[in-house]
């Protein structure tokens, strides 16, 4: 075979290389912008565990910072316990100018509770009912004031405005008188300061809200509400509400408006998302990708 352009086509196949190295990859994946970085982590198992390692989380910023000049998107992954992780994906399109300290706490002392805009909602480990919202690439973080109750916080959700006015608003749903099915929303208003109580939200009885994510979609927050396991079995021989179907609460981020969704087979469901503005049902099948 002649050569082209000064280039010997003929290669044996032995010297052909089937697969690149981690490293090479690695370096490959830390130029694509984030949502293609989150495409490929399902490509295959090795490359999802190269773009969840910490060095890589790390660098990846690194990098998005000098590359946009400070106004990139980031990740960061918060470790639950050592055989569970979470990644959290956020993007940073315009800066809050409202921040005045700097952020000098360790990821390890906080609990990320919601992101929006490139800013995180977190709750002291140490202190329980301390909430602040920071921006993790300028190490910002303001402290909001303490809600009226501190005990039995379900959860906390939060979205950014980042037009002026600037404006993050914090729904905070927490135990009513020590039940789980009795909640009771609270709203935090960021111009006028302080916590506002909304509505006391009633569960059907023997259930229990998921509070593993919330999911945003045109204003209004969702939670997948699905039967307390304990009480299902001390309630075995009560006829069971609604079928015993699980059901998706919907609360506007205001907390004026409130409704329930029933919602296909969500007793199979794993979580909810959005997706280009539409409410979306995950489920996990038993199908394993080499």
Known sequence: MSPINGIDHDIEESDIVHYLPDHIIGKILINLPVKSLLRVRCVCKSWRNITVHSNFIQQYNVRGRVRHRLKNSF??????????????????????????????????????????????????????????????????????????????????????????????????????????????????????????????????????????????????????????IEDEDEDEDEDEDENGSPYILALHIDGTGFGEIIGPRLEWASRIAESEGNLCVVYDLDIQFE
């Open 75 to 228: 990740l960061l992954q918060q470790l639950i316990n050592p055989s569970c992780h979470r990644c959290l994906v956020a993007r940073e399109d315009q800066f809050f100018q409202v921040f005045i300290q700097h952020w000098d706490i360790q990821l390890g002392e906080t609990i990320v509770h919601s992101a929006s805009a490139g800013l995180l909602c977190c709750e002291s480990w140490a202190q329980v009912g301390l909430f602040f919202v920071c921006n993790p690439t300028t190490r910002e973080f303001i402290e909001l004031p303490r809600a009226n109750s501190d005990i039995g916080t379900c959860c906390i959700a939060m979205v950014a405005q980042t037009s002026e006015p600037y404006d993050y608003p914090v729904v905070r749903l927490s135990n009513y008188e020590h039940s789980d099915s009795i909640l009771k929303c609270e709203v935090f208003n960021s111009h006028s300061w302080m916590w506002r109580l909304i509505r006391i939200v009633h569960l059907h009885h023997g259930y229990e809200l998921d509070t593993s994510s919330s999911v945003l979609v045109n204003g209004v927050f969702h939670w997948i509400v699905h039967i307390n």
